[in-house]
């Protein structure tokens, strides 16, 4: 049965954007750009974006709620590591939830009672496809903001090896970007869908297997605790202020990645609310 709660892109003014909070915000963020490239000015447009942001949040429909699993992994789990394999295993269960739910659509309906259902399971297919695409992309970005530029302080390789993760690392984002955006739009009845749908994930879930087999051994066994809560604490700063909705074009090294998020952020909030976009929790995908 179906929940009678649609959780839709809407637009709800986040934590992060209270009064006492967005200069706090913008001092991490350009302190965290001076420590990656000491050369380049922090990004001065950070606290406009923020503002124009919380503007849009508050005119466009200020009392909206919709699912965030990226937010609500990252305020469950006491380590970043954790937190990254928090969200590789919901993407997992929502991945396998679709694939669960899908043969039941493809099943020629015979009566109106049939017909229901099936339509039912398709508008809940769509929603688990675009909680999945909304997930990736927030949990890339954030990556490419706290995660991977530590992999240069990696203790455990050597400087070759730090230097192939950590381009390794930020191409493979790039490449899964570019497969989201095709089908970031797409309708699963769509006839060119499940093909692009399938490889896409399948794709996905191997770079998480790589980052929970590899890379994050390497930084577990490197850095000691105190190192550890602080890219905690960055990723819970600034996983809300992620893009929705994948942006290969878009710069992925901070510091530039930052303001380009920060923007990304802002225009995929309103195109998702215009394209009516809905998403669904973990709890309501696996309720069959």
């Given at each position: 049965?179906?929940?009678?709660f ?8 986040p ?18 750009q ?11 447009v ?14 466009t429909s200020p009392?909206?709620l919709?699912s ?36 039941a659509?493809?099943?020629?309906a015979?009566?109106?009672a ?24 927030q ?5 490419q ?6 992999i240069l ?6 400087e070759?090896e ?5 381009e ?22 769509d006839?060119d ?7 896409t ?18 930084m ?6 105190e ?9 819970r ?24 998020h920060?923007a990304?952020k ?13 998403f ?6 696996q309720?069959?």
């Amino acid at each position: 049965m179906m929940s009678r709660f649609v959780y839709r892109s809407g637009f709800v003014v986040p934590r992060y954007l209270n009064s006492n909070s967005s200069c706090s915000i913008s001092l991490r963020q350009s302190q965290l750009q001076q420590q990656l490239n000491p050369s380049v000015a922090p990004v001065s447009v950070i606290p406009s974006l923020l503002s124009l942001h919380s503007a849009v949040y508050s005119f466009t429909s200020p009392h909206r709620l919709y699912s965030n699993m990226s937010i609500e992994t990252a305020n469950k789990f006491s380590t970043i590591f954790e937190i990254i394999r928090g969200d590789h295993n919901t993407l997992r269960s929502l991945y396998r939830c679709y694939n669960d739910l899908l043969p039941a659509t493809v099943t020629e309906a015979k009566t109106t009672a049939a017909v229901e259902v099936v339509t039912a399971d398709i508008e809940k297919l769509q929603r688990i496809v675009n909680t999945l695409i909304k997930l990736v992309s927030q949990h890339c970005s954030t990556e490419q903001e706290v995660l991977y530029p530590r992999i240069l302080s990696i203790t455990t390789l050597s400087e070759v090896e730090k230097q192939q993760y950590y381009e390794e690392a930020y191409k493979e984002d790039v490449e899964l970007q570019q497969m989201l955006e095709p089908i970031v739009d797409k309708k699963v009845t769509d006839s060119d869908f499940e093909e692009k749908f399938q490889s896409t994930f399948s794709s996905v879930l191997k770079h998480a297997d790589w980052e929970e087999s590899t890379l994050l051994p390497q930084m577990e066994k490197s850095f000691d605790s105190e190192f550890i809560q602080q890219m905690t604490k960055e990723w819970r700063d600034v996983v809300e202020m992620q893009p929705t909705r994948p942006h290969p074009m878009s710069p992925v090294k901070p510091p530039l990645s930052v303001a380009a998020h920060r923007a990304s952020k802002l225009l995929d909030d309103a195109m998702d609310a215009a394209k009516g976009k809905e998403f669904i929790t973990l709890e309501e995908a696996q309720t069959k």
